[in-house]
């Protein structure tokens, strides 16, 4: 079944909305005690992360001209999940 691109829009807003309520629920959780609820929403943030991906890449194919990034993960998306969910801690140093 091929989705129309409305479809797409309203499937992206709800992932992003989804998204967004589990960034929400694992900064809640974030006491070092309890990792492995912390674990647990990244394990399932992961795999919602990779049915979204697939959907952009359908909505890429079936509208090559229409489609756009923004649909499904919006400005600045990646940059937050990155910081939440990341392995890695990421620190900048202050340049005089």
């Given at each position: 079944?091929?989705?129309?691109?409305?479809?797409?829009?309203?499937?992206?807003?709800?992932?992003?909305?989804?998204?967004?309520?589990?960034?929400?629920?694992?900064?809640?959780?974030?006491?070092?005690?309890?990792?492995?609820?912390?674990?647990?929403?990244?394990?399932?943030?992961?795999?919602?992360?990779?049915?979204?991906?697939?959907?952009?890449?359908?909505?890429?194919?079936?509208?090559?001209?229409?489609?756009?990034?923004d649909?499904?993960?919006?400005?600045?998306?990646?940059?937050?999940?990155?910081?939440?969910?990341?392995?890695?801690?990421?620190?900048e140093?202050?340049?005089?």
């Amino acid at each position: 079944m091929k989705y129309t691109m409305l479809q797409y829009r309203e499937l992206g807003k709800e992932f992003k909305q989804l998204n967004d309520r589990l960034v929400r629920i694992a900064v809640a959780i974030g006491s070092p005690k309890r990792t492995r609820y912390f674990d647990r929403l990244h394990r399932c943030n992961r795999h919602l992360n990779s049915v979204r991906s697939d959907l952009e890449e359908e909505m890429f194919r079936d509208y090559p001209l229409e489609a756009s990034t923004d649909i499904f993960y919006g400005v600045g998306d990646r940059e937050k999940l990155g910081l939440l969910f990341s392995c890695e801690t990421k620190t900048e140093e202050a340049k005089p």
